[in-house]
């Protein structure tokens, strides 16, 4: 899809891979989009809201060669650019970049007697053909504050 994007690790020790580490995960769907998650009777507020993803505002960029890794047929292929390829401006369409914090999810739950289903936890979705199916969802597991808790009220 031409998709290029960057990770950038504020306060990441580079100079050395003992002290430094990252975790990430980088999904592929080849048909749709990844949209947020109807709410039915969830209602207006839950989940991850539409507010809370953030998009960058456009800037030029100079910061001379860099190195593009590219996928094609599950090999990576590196080269050499004498630019960066976000030395643009703006873009056009209406799919952008965004980023999103977990910290935001408003996690639904109640865990009284039985799980609920696994969907309250959907961030993004990316919706099949049929009613009801996906290609993809991304979901995220945040703490969970029981009844039983230390230090909590339970009259």
Do not use: M
Not at 130 to 149: K, N
């Amino acid at each position: 899809r031409g998709v290029v994007f960057s990770v950038d690790l504020p306060g990441l020790d580079k100079s050395s891979a003992e002290t430094s580490f990252a975790r990430g995960y980088i999904l592929e769907i080849f048909r749709g989009h990844f949209k947020l998650p109807e709410l039915g009777p969830i209602g207006s507020n839950g989940l991850a809201n539409a507010r809370d993803f953030l998009h960058p505002v456009a800037e030029c960029a100079d910061d001379g060669p860099c190195t593009i890794v590219n996928k094609f047929g599950q090999r990576l292929f590196a080269r050499t650019s004498p630019h960066t390829p976000f030395d643009v401006v703006a873009w056009q369409g209406n799919y952008l970049p965004f980023k999103y914090a977990l910290s935001n999810f408003c996690a639904v739950s109640s865990v009284t007697y039985d799980h609920p289903d696994p969907s309250i936890y959907t961030v993004l979705t990316a919706r099949g053909d049929e009613d009801g199916t996906a290609l993809a969802d991304f979901v995220v597991f945040p703490p969970r504050v029981l009844a039983t808790d230390e230090n909590t009220l339970r009259p």
